[in-house]
């Protein structure tokens, strides 16, 4: 949809006609002379003098450009709006009593409009232009709204400017509205998501607790405020779209349905171009990504790093700035980890492997190999140059046979040398058997002794412990909302991106039902002081087949989310700052915790690492099926005549 619209700019003390076209479809509403009023934003400008016909397009082209995604500076800023052309009164002050009505007025507390008032005016009600009044019959009332208390759109005069005189009354024009508000109504916004908020609407009276609606109750106490919540059960975190709308806590900040969202919202960077987070200063710098986990470096040094090369010569475009986390004030830390499937039982057929490690088994048929090798060679050698020089057929005139007489050694089976009198005693031959022997002795000691401790302790495979683990083996998580994703989707290392692909959206139905199946593993947030914002479905009953991972995937700061500009970011930070350094924000912690959360599935999911001491394990036939096997082997061969049925005649 495309709108035409034509109107006049003072810039430069010359007027300037502009025609714009604005798009609302897919980008934020943007229009053709934005960068007259960005430049200066940015550059970190607090105070605007407009002359202007139209106060209610003024009011909404400054209030769009603050929550614009282009605009980088943000502050709460003071404007003067001059009007060009003098009204009637009582159009005047309907279009005052209009503006004062609208949601912008709620969020822009310095803004004064004068009003030009002249004797030929009050007489005749007509109006004229600014320039066809004579100086002597001016006057220019400053008016503004009350901003404060349980009428905040009310009319205030605040001085009369004359020409001569100057100002009548000597009023401070832009007076502090934010220390003192009143009783004035903020809406929060917030969700189910205890610790942080505990919201029973259908409560009586409804109940607003948890940590985070703490923090609310004092910034309301500090600064005289009332409130109401913005609770929608089905809507979480949500997004923000390209054009600035969105659902859940970040939609209904970005489109002005609410003051304050809080419920553990972290450092997001789509999120952070629409809206502003409590207790963070941020500093441009040279580059493309935002760091929202980690404060920055120094700066300088940092600077040099991210600079391109470039940059050195003449003709160098200077990167694209990006915003780091410079001095951090935010009050919570918490961190994103996985509760997995337990891992299973190994196979029964796997106790004859697992007494050694891979590496082991790999080192025992190295051996072998070479045991093989050197009773052939041995062997071959001593009848050509210690004997007669005839060939003699023995147990170690084959390959075949030496193979099987190194597989003997193995199991501790000694050749029968001194009952083969076709065996010829040369020294070498002996020593070398003899060795063997000693050799082979000392790996099936070894093997006897982790074989005991693999019959008498169960087996499982590898754990899942570190987000290395799960894109190893392709693992499947999920979550009910897409912000435990987020910080992975645009992220650098190949694991990390590793795990978003593998990320699995779903319902809290659809997650109940696979707790027990071991299909797939489920997002959870530890918070500070150890304890666990946990779904509904993991629990205590869940956990019994569940286990946490070692390491968290994810560390980050808590804050709350504001729109960008706010007045109220100021009295927050300081409210935030003062809970935060007494520790009053860990104690709620835990009060919260035991109100509105059960302690046995707090305790559940911090001790799924440790598995429970069953006693002894009971020997079991398949404990010992691969044992039977090879004993009934040994004594089959003892039966034979002195040797294993497995020997080959040569």
Request: neutral net charge; hydrophobic residues 40%.
């Amino acid at each position: 949809m495309k709108r035409q619209c034509t109107f006049r700019v003072p810039l430069r003390h010359s007027r300037m006609k502009i025609t714009y076209a604005i798009s609302t479809e897919t980008d934020f509403e943007a229009y053709a002379w934005d960068t007259f009023f960005l430049a200066p934003m940015d550059a970190g400008c607090l105070a605007f003098i407009v002359q202007t016909s139209d106060l209610k397009l003024t009011v909404r082209t400054f209030a769009r450009l603050a929550h614009s995604p282009r605009a980088t500076h943000r502050a709460n800023r003071m404007y003067l709006i001059l009007p060009s052309v003098e009204l009637p009164e009582n159009i005047f002050e309907a279009n005052i009593r209009e503006l004062y009505r609208m949601r912008q007025m709620g969020f822009m507390p310095d803004l004064v409009i004068a009003k030009f008032v002249t004797e030929h005016n009050r007489m005749h009600g007509e109006s004229s232009t600014v320039e066809s009044r004579s100086e002597e019959h001016i006057q220019v009332e400053l008016i503004t709204h009350r901003f404060v208390g349980p009428d905040p759109t009310e009319r205030l005069s605040l001085d009369i400017w004359t020409p001569k005189k100057g100002f009548l009354r000597d009023a401070n024009l832009y007076p502090d509205k934010v220390t003192n508000l009143m009783g004035k109504e903020v809406t929060l916004t917030a969700i189910f998501y205890p610790p942080y908020s505990a919201v029973y609407p259908d409560a009586e009276p409804p109940i607003y607790d948890g940590l985070e609606f703490r923090i609310m109750y004092e910034w309301a106490k500090a600064n005289n405020l009332t409130w109401r919540v913005l609770y929608k059960p089905n809507d979480w975190w949500g997004e923000i779209l390209r054009n600035g709308s969105g659902w859940g806590l970040s939609g209904h900040v970005s489109m002005d349905m609410a003051d304050v969202a809080f419920g553990a919202i972290y450092l997001w960077e789509n999120e952070h171009r629409y809206t502003d987070y409590s207790g963070v200063e941020l500093s441009p710098l040279y580059g493309g990504h935002f760091w929202p986990i980690v404060p920055a470096p120094d700066e300088p040094e940092l600077i040099r790093q991210l600079k391109p090369a470039s940059d050195n010569g003449a003709d160098s475009k200077p990167a694209p700035p990006i915003l780091i986390l410079k001095h951090s004030s935010v009050y919570f830390q918490a961190s994103l980890t996985i509760v997995h499937p337990r891992p299973k039982l190994l196979p029964g057929w796997t106790v004859v492997t697992s007494p050694f490690n891979p590496e082991m088994w790999i080192a025992v048929g190295a051996s072998v190999a070479m045991a093989t090798l050197a009773l052939h060679v041995t062997s071959q050698s001593s009848m050509k140059l210690l004997g007669e020089g005839k060939p003699v057929v023995n147990m170690y005139s084959t390959w075949v046979e030496c193979a099987f007489r190194t597989m003997g050694l193995l199991v501790l089976q000694v050749p029968p040398d001194e009952r083969d009198f076709s065996t010829l005693r040369h020294v070498p031959m002996r020593h070398l058997v003899t060795w063997l022997i000693l050799f082979y002795f000392v790996v099936t000691t070894g093997y006897s002794a982790g074989l005991a401790s693999v019959l008498t302790l169960p087996r499982y495979e590898k754990p899942i412990d570190t987000p290395r683990d799960m894109s190893e083996r392709n693992s499947k998580w999920g979550a009910m909302d897409e912000c435990f994703v987020f910080f992975l989707r645009e992220s650098m290392d190949p694991t990390m991106r590793s795990l978003a692909n593998n990320f699995v959206l779903g319902t809290e139905e659809y997650f109940a039902e696979r707790t027990k199946t071991g299909e797939i593993g489920f997002a959870i947030e530890k918070l500070q002081n150890g304890h666990f914002a946990l779904p509904t479905y993991i629990n205590e009953d869940s956990m019994r087949y569940l286990r946490i991972m070692k390491e968290d995937y994810v560390t980050a700061h808590c804050v709350f989310m504001l729109r960008k500009g706010s007045p109220f970011m100021a009295s927050i930070n300081s409210v935030i700052r003062k809970l935060r350094d007494r520790g009053v924000v860990l104690y709620w912690e835990d009060m919260a915790v035991r109100k509105y959360m059960n302690s046995r599935d707090q305790l559940a999911v911090a001790g799924s690492r440790y598995d429970v001491d069953n006693g002894p394990t009971q020997l079991l036939l398949r404990h010992t099926t691969v044992s039977t096997i090879l004993q009934k082997r040994e004594v089959e061969a003892i039966k034979q005549d002195s040797r294993p049925t497995w020997s080959v005649q040569a």
